[in-house]
């Protein structure tokens, strides 16, 4: 099952990549998986249509520690596999 993107801005921590999302530009309508990425700020991305590059949505890469655990625990794979490495650089 697809989930429809949420929202204009959300946290790059997100499952966003499972997320379908449709341009008003031009109709393209697919996974954000296939969007494509730009970095903006050290804090921002943003999210293109692969198709006519116009701006879908923006990202927040800044994120807690604590809000990285409660994505992990709702199934981000983002955040679980950051939870993952970093519990990997601990025991080195
Ligand atoms: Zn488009």
Redesign the pocket.
């Known amino acids: 099952m697809t989930i429809k993107q949420p929202s204009y801005m959300f946290s790059a921590w997100e499952n966003y990549k499972q997320w379908e999302s449709t341009?008003?530009?031009?109709?393209?309508t697919g996974l954000l998986a296939q969007a494509v990425s730009d970095y903006e700020t050290p804090m921002v991305s943003s999210l293109h249509?692969?198709?006519?590059?116009?701006k879908?949505a923006l990202m927040n890469n800044q994120a807690s520690q604590e809000e990285i655990v409660d994505l992990a625990a709702r199934g981000s794979q983002q955040a679980i596999h950051h939870l993952k490495r970093q519990e990997e650089t601990k025991d080195q």
Not at 23 to 28: I, L, R
Not at 49 to 54: A, E, I, N, T, V
Request: glycine share 0%.
């Open positions: 341009c008003p530009e031009c109709n393209w249509c692969p198709k006519c590059d116009r879908l």
